[in-house]
């Protein structure tokens, strides 16, 4: 059996005993044999980790550098300050701490971060006509400023990283042919691209962007007419009273591109928005009373939060695995969505395994989510509609988004009423305890939701001042369940273990929505539904990584810029899996959300590689999977993961 890493420290006399009594409020009780310093936690790895590229010290090689930890965060470490409040730091500390600067990186998001796109590091590209084999010659000409010539594109070409490739292999045909950083599991004697004619069959990813409603989009050729009827009467103060009415306006659809029914020889989905051309049938011309909507009944069941940037679709796949019932895409703002925005339509993509889908809009004025809620309704398939009433970050609240909905009522009331008007799915809201510290909104806007026409609200136990500085209010959630009533109410926060979450069961909440937890240890869903504390090992842990960039090769490609776009998704996700402590290492049980991991050294290394902080341990690990880093790679997390206090 290997020699596990802390039996290797006491072997080499750094073992000393740093008992559990020597650990500050805050952090997370580990048995004392795995305790180490952070000097000795580095030089372990370094240690272990010499049979890495030799590259890695070699001139140009920003990542070596602790990119992972602002100076604010490495102050507080190193001197030992638990981040707990009303403790005093130390002098020197508590000095450096009073410089602005320093105590306004210390939180947040790293908004100065170098921000690279994976097309850099494909320079020399080949023209897509060429790579998708078209028999038609290349529309720009001699003006294409790709390449031609697929032979000087082999010279320039990075070394393959693997001899399988995932997307041939799964779907019987790579798309990316020559230009796979895989190709040599599927190219010919003569360069050309093999196909599995028995395996062949579609990816199975729903709610594309069709290029023609894109291209209408962007012309501003769309009309909305259910919209724009929706918002006349809201403009003429006709607002929806608590009972749905029995009698909904019928919009007359035959003179409506909108309402024309889809014919069997258009190819885009159902109720496009687009001309088409078929039999007119009753769906076409009559709108569903509120009372007849489908009904969204999720009640215990695990909700797997919308989670910007790491809650992709090929970690929603991750989470299905283990036992998530909903899913919901990250985050789109609704104009990026009417202005047929690529990468905001790729947010709403849903593969076959979410039974359950949702998305998720932010948007501040009630013409533009109206809108966009129509365009969903008729352009994608989905469970459920959420709004974002929670996002507190500036950007989205100072144009009066997210969590400012909820000090402007009157927008917010229009928001909603005209987006339940418009849609045939069930609409919910995600909101906050309120705005400000200690003062709670929600318990007064559930009822006026409830009247609104919302099927569900998800209620995060913080405010928007409040961010992670403090534990979720499930004593306020709990008093918020009976304001709601007889609405669903779920609630979110601070749910990192099976007796978390059946504690938050008990506050009479219809369901939880688990996020950051979902993040730390995405078998948290598995650990809820059987209702135990699962000792994962880092190797199985590895599989799981290795799933990710599986699923995401699928999803964003298997050239150079998938295989970049799916690292830097790798590496924001392992920014938030090193907080995780193994369960055979702690104390006492369970970890709880809020206590940061201090120094420790795992049983093996790869369990010890998983719990640095850095960000060059991160990267040595997607090599571990990807391959190595292009030239000059640099990767600095979104989050700062500061969420200790």
Same mark, same amino acid.
């Given at each position: 059996?290997?020699?596990?890493?802390?039996?290797?420290?006491?072997?080499?006399?750094?073992?000393?005993?740093?008992?559990?009594?020597?650990?500050?409020?805050?952090?997370? %009780?580990?048995?004392?044999?795995?305790?180490?310093?952070?000097?000795?936690?580095?030089?372990?790895?370094?240690?272990?980790?010499?049979?890495k590229?030799?590259?890695?010290?070699?001139?140009?090689?920003h990542?070596?550098?602790?990119?992972?930890?602002?100076?604010?965060?490495?102050?507080?470490?190193?001197?030992?300050?638990?981040?707990?409040?009303?403790?005093?730091?130390?002098?020197?500390?508590?000095?450096?701490?009073?410089?602005?600067?320093?105590?306004?990186?210390?939180?947040?998001?790293?908004?100065?971060?170098?921000?690279?796109?994976?097309?850099?590091?494909?320079?020399?590209?080949?023209c897509p006509?060429?790579?998708?084999?078209?028999?038609?010659?290349?529309?720009?000409?001699?003006?294409?400023?790709?390449?031609?010539?697929?032979?000087?594109?082999?010279?320039?070409?990075?070394?393959?990283?693997?001899?399988?490739? /995932?997307?041939?292999?799964?779907?019987?045909?790579?798309?990316?042919g020559?230009?796979?950083?895989f190709?040599?599991?599927?190219?010919?004697?003569?360069?050309?691209?093999?196909?599995?004619?028995e395996?062949?069959?579609?990816?199975?990813?729903?709610?594309?962007?069709?290029?023609?409603l894109? =291209?209408?989009?962007?012309?501003?050729?769309?009309?909305?007419?259910?919209?724009?009827?929706?918002?006349?009467?809201?403009?003429?103060?006709?607002?929806?009273?608590?009972?749905?009415s029995?009698?909904?306006?019928?919009?007359?659809?035959?003179?409506?591109?909108?309402?024309?029914?889809?014919?069997?020889?258009?190819?885009?989905? %159902?109720?496009?928005?687009m001309?088409?051309?078929?039999?007119?049938?009753?769906?076409d011309?009559?709108r569903?009373?509120?009372?007849?909507?489908?009904?969204?009944?999720?009640?215990?069941?695990?909700?797997?939060?919308?989670?910007?940037?790491?809650?992709?679709?090929?970690?929603?796949?991750?989470?299905?695995?283990?036992?998530?019932?909903?899913?919901c895409?990250?985050?789109?703002?609704?104009?990026?969505?009417?202005?047929? =925005?690529?990468?905001?339509?790729?947010?709403?993509k849903?593969?076959?395994?979410?039974? #359950?889908?949702?998305?998720?809009?932010?948007?501040?004025?009630?013409?533009?989510m109206?809108k966009?809620?129509?365009?969903?309704?008729?352009?994608?398939? /989905?469970?459920?509609?959420?709004?974002?009433?929670g996002?507190?970050?500036?950007?989205?609240?100072?144009?009066?988004?997210?969590?400012?909905?909820?000090?402007?009522?009157?927008?917010?009331q229009?928001?909603?009423?005209?987006?339940?008007?418009?849609?045939?799915?069930?609409?919910?809201?995600?909101?906050?305890t309120?705005v400000?510290?200690? /003062?709670?909104?929600?318990?007064?806007?559930?009822?006026?939701?409830?009247?609104?026409?919302?099927?569900?609200?998800?209620?995060?136990?913080?405010?928007?001042?409040?961010?992670?500085?403090?534990?979720?209010d499930?004593?306020?959630?709990?008093?918020?369940?009976?304001?709601?009533?007889p609405?669903?109410?779920?609630?979110?926060g601070?749910?990192?273990?099976?007796?978390?979450?059946?504690?938050?069961? =008990?506050?009479?909440?219809?369901?939880?929505?688990?996020?950051?937890?979902?993040?730390?240890?995405?078998?948290?869903?598995?650990?809820?539904?059987?209702?135990?504390?699962?000792?994962?090992?880092?190797?199985?842990?590895?599989?799981?990584?290795?799933?990710?960039?599986?699923?995401?090769?699928?999803?964003?490609?298997?050239?150079?810029?998938?295989?970049?776009?799916?690292?830097?998704?790798?590496?924001?996700?392992?920014?938030?899996?090193?907080?995780?402590?193994?369960?055979?290492?702690?104390?006492?049980?369970?970890?709880?959300?809020?206590?940061?991991?201090?120094?420790?050294?795992?049983?093996?290394?790869?369990?010890t590689?998983?719990?640095?902080?850095?960000?060059?341990?991160? #990267?040595?690990?997607?090599?571990?999977?990807?391959?190595?880093?292009?030239?000059?790679? /640099?990767?600095?997390?979104?989050h700062?993961?500061?969420?200790?206090?």
């Amino acid at each position: 059996m290997a020699q596990s890493a802390a039996e290797a420290l006491e072997e080499s006399g750094g073992g000393e005993d740093l008992g559990a009594g020597a650990l500050e409020p805050g952090v997370a %009780p580990i048995k004392p044999r795995y305790l180490t310093t952070k000097e000795k936690f580095h030089e372990f790895l370094e240690a272990r980790g010499q049979e890495k590229p030799s590259r890695e010290t070699g001139e140009g090689n920003h990542y070596v550098r602790d990119l992972a930890e602002p100076e604010a965060k490495r102050i507080r470490m190193e001197d030992g300050q638990p981040g707990q409040p009303g403790e005093s730091p130390t002098e020197e500390a508590a000095e450096r701490l009073e410089q602005p600067q320093a105590q306004k990186r210390a939180r947040g998001q790293n908004k100065g971060r170098p921000h690279i796109k994976p097309t850099h590091y494909d320079k020399n590209r080949l023209c897509p006509s060429l790579v998708q084999e078209s028999a038609a010659k290349c529309f720009f000409g001699d003006r294409c400023r790709f390449l031609h010539d697929v032979s000087c594109y082999l010279e320039t070409k990075p070394a393959d990283l693997g001899p399988r490739c /995932v997307l041939f292999e799964t779907y019987g045909r790579c798309p990316y042919g020559v230009t796979c950083r895989f190709a040599g599991a599927h190219l010919g004697p003569k360069g050309q691209n093999l196909v599995q004619e028995e395996v062949v069959q579609a990816p199975p990813v729903r709610n594309s962007l069709d290029k023609a409603l894109q =291209q209408q989009l962007r012309k501003r050729k769309i009309h909305f007419e259910r919209a724009e009827q929706a918002l006349h009467q809201l403009g003429k103060g006709h607002l929806p009273g608590p009972t749905p009415s029995a009698t909904v306006p019928v919009v007359p659809g035959v003179e409506s591109a909108q309402q024309a029914p889809l014919g069997p020889c258009t190819g885009t989905p %159902p109720s496009s928005p687009m001309q088409t051309c078929g039999p007119l049938t009753d769906e076409d011309i009559v709108r569903l009373r509120s009372c007849e909507k489908r009904r969204l009944d999720i009640t215990g069941k695990l909700y797997l939060a919308p989670l910007t940037t790491c809650g992709n679709l090929p970690f929603r796949r991750i989470c299905k695995r283990f036992g998530a019932d909903v899913t919901c895409g990250e985050m789109a703002v609704c104009t990026n969505l009417l202005q047929g =925005q690529t990468s905001e339509w790729a947010l709403l993509k849903r593969h076959q395994c979410e039974d #359950i889908f949702g998305v998720q809009l932010e948007g501040a004025f009630p013409d533009t989510m109206t809108k966009c809620a129509e365009l969903l309704n008729r352009t994608i398939e /989905v469970d459920f509609v959420d709004i974002n009433v929670g996002c507190p970050i500036d950007l989205v609240y100072k144009k009066g988004g997210g969590c400012a909905l909820m000090n402007r009522s009157a927008k917010f009331q229009q928001i909603v009423c005209g987006m339940n008007q418009v849609l045939d799915v069930p609409l919910t809201v995600k909101i906050r305890t309120g705005v400000q510290d200690r /003062v709670n909104l929600a318990h007064r806007l559930l009822p006026k939701l409830r009247d609104w026409g919302a099927a569900l609200v998800t209620l995060h136990g913080r405010s928007r001042e409040q961010r992670y500085t403090k534990l979720a209010d499930w004593q306020y959630i709990k008093q918020c369940v009976t304001a709601a009533s007889p609405m669903p109410l779920f609630g979110n926060g601070d749910i990192l273990s099976y007796e978390d979450a059946n504690c938050a069961m =008990q506050t009479g909440v219809a369901g939880i929505m688990i996020a950051r937890g979902a993040l730390l240890k995405p078998w948290l869903f598995t650990e809820i539904k059987e209702q135990r504390h699962w000792d994962i090992s880092s190797s199985e842990r590895l599989d799981i990584l290795r799933d990710f960039t599986n699923y995401g090769l699928e999803h964003w490609g298997s050239d150079t810029q998938g295989v970049e776009k799916t690292r830097r998704f790798l590496l924001e996700w392992l920014s938030f899996l090193c907080r995780y402590v193994p369960v055979g290492l702690l104390e006492r049980l369970p970890q709880r959300i809020n206590e940061r991991p201090p120094y420790y050294l795992g049983r093996d290394y790869l369990e010890t590689l998983m719990a640095s902080q850095k960000a060059a341990d991160w #990267i040595h690990i997607s090599e571990m999977l990807l391959g190595p880093v292009p030239p000059n790679f /640099v990767f600095v997390p979104k989050h700062k993961a500061n969420a200790y206090k």
